[in-house]
């Protein structure tokens, strides 16, 4: 098991935002992270990664807790925030070369990892360009980049769409699916209902810092007592619960 949420209790200050928030991310399958703005997806997110700390409760990615190794931890998952995180006096193979050495790679397998990711997103002729002055699909481009050549265990994505052309979501869903089968796991947050519902083997719907349901889209179905509905159907259904 990748990821192990038990119990999380925590938030921005002493009232909890998330409650008793308790999910799993098995080897090699890609979980749809779903939920209303201010339902607790992008908090949980922050303890998973370790910019909050729970109140109580635990996050456990391949074994590890950021008590028991913090390095081995943080080592094993790649991060794709939904805001591109870049520096301005940067260029993209500064910032690339950067992310080699936070993670501790070796520097010619991730240029060779890199080529194909740089061509597959338009960016190999821009590696003494600037990223700051980049459009926000481009940012997010080098986000995508500098996660996907890592050899993480665990890719944490949010809201990846975001900005992105067709042929740009084409190809991240493509990487997605090729880390998939290598048996890595992704934790995906999205409201685009209809791609998560093509391509992720189950669901975490967080509604008001609460899981209200999880698994696979049959079992959503059947929590919700909807016979063949679409995630969308299942949502707006969640939505309307008093």
Do not use: C
């Not at 909050?52 to 080592?75: F, I």
């Not at 796991?185 to 998560?196: F, K, N, Q």
């Amino acid at each position: 098991m990748s990821l192990e949420v038990t119990k999380l209790n925590g938030g921005y200050g002493q009232v909890p935002v998330l409650h008793d928030v308790s999910f799993n991310v098995p080897d090699g399958q890609v979980i749809g992270l779903i939920g209303l703005n201010g339902a607790g997806k992008s908090t949980t997110i922050k303890h998973i990664i370790g910019l909050l700390q729970p109140q109580s409760g635990s996050v456990t990615v391949n074994g590890y807790t950021l008590a028991t190794d913090a390095s081995a931890y943080r080592g094993s998952i790649a991060y794709v925030p939904e805001t591109p995180v870049l520096y301005p006096e940067l260029t993209l193979r500064e910032h690339l070369e950067l992310a080699m050495m936070a993670y501790g790679l070796d520097q010619d397998e991730s240029w060779r990892r890199l080529d194909r990711l740089l061509k597959m997103f338009r960016l190999d002729n821009k590696l003494d360009w600037f990223p700051d002055n980049f459009s926000k699909g481009m940012k997010q481009k080098v986000m995508i980049a500098s996660a996907f050549m890592t050899d993480a265990s665990l890719f944490i994505i949010d809201e990846p769409f975001t900005g992105l052309d067709p042929v740009a979501v084409h190809d991240l869903i493509t990487l997605v699916n090729e880390q998939k089968a290598r048996g890595a796991s992704v934790l995906m947050s999205t409201h685009v209902l209809a791609t998560a519902q093509e391509y992720a083997d189950g669901f975490v719907l967080l509604r008001d810092g609460r899981v209200r349901a999880e698994g696979t889209l049959d079992a959503l179905r059947s929590e919700f007592d909807l016979a063949g509905a679409s995630l969308d159907d299942i949502y707006m259904a969640m939505t309307r619960e008093v």
